[in-house]
């Protein structure tokens, strides 16, 4: 099983990935970064893993990681 991790200090909340996730399981927190920027969240229950998120963040937020 794999997980999709997220740099939230890169975040700068461009909603790209918000918009394209077919499952709407990220969502834009209240919680700022060092920069100031409005940071975003993952369901992982209805994440499925496809990457679309991480194609279209300009700013390389999320990493897929294999869990053992």
Same mark, same amino acid.
């Given at each position: 099983m794999s997980k999709l991790k997220i740099n939230t200090e890169r975040c700068k909340a #461009?909603?790209?990935?918000?918009?394209?996730?077919?499952?709407?399981?990220i969502h834009m927190t209240?919680?700022?970064?060092?920069?100031? #920027?409005? @940071?975003i969240e993952i369901d992982q229950e209805k994440c499925i893993k496809c990457g679309i998120c991480y194609h279209m963040c300009p700013?390389? @937020?999320?990493?897929?990681l294999e869990e053992a």
């Open positions: #461009y909603g790209l990935c918000i918009r394209e996730c077919p499952k709407k399981a209240m919680h700022l970064n060092e920069k100031g #920027y409005t @940071v700013d390389c @937020v999320f990493e897929l």
